[in-house]
């Protein structure tokens, strides 16, 4: 059973980083794209960013590119996301999904395999 655990939310100040983390196991990731989703309260799974399953490419959203950097250790089976200059508006649970196939434009609920997500909150 494959399982993807996301770790490294909490709480921030406005401007502060933070690094999130996605494990997998159960299986390897290495030929799948992974990607990172948020949902803030009220609101649907939104796109963050991807990665191709050799690290290449990478797309990210438009609020988000610049300031966030996504990448991936297939030995370690493991993908992250780097987030500096956070913002009070970045504030959501981040998760982490995985898809033979995507692009930016895949909906969350289409993604293979999931995580149970991780809470960041940026404070102004």
């Known amino acids: 059973q494959v399982q993807l655990v996301e770790s490294g939310g909490g709480l921030v100040q406005a401007g502060g980083s933070l690094r999130l983390s996605c494990a997998a196991s159960g299986r390897t990731m290495s030929s799948y794209v992974m990607s990172w989703f948020r949902q803030a309260p009220g609101k649907e799974h939104e796109f963050v960013a991807l990665?191709?399953?050799?690290?290449?490419?990478?797309d990210y959203a438009a609020s988000v590119k610049g300031r966030f950097t996504i990448s991936r250790d297939n030995a370690k089976n493991t993908v992250y996301l780097e987030m500096n200059t956070l913002k009070p508006e970045d504030t959501a649970v981040y998760y982490c999904?995985?898809?033979?196939?995507?692009?930016?434009?895949?909906?969350?609920?289409?993604?293979?395999?999931r995580g149970q997500g991780t809470q960041v909150t940026v404070s102004s």
């Open positions: 999904a995985g898809r033979r196939v995507a692009g930016r434009s895949t909906p969350y609920r289409h993604y293979d395999y």
């Open positions: 990665i191709g399953w050799s690290g290449d490419p990478t």
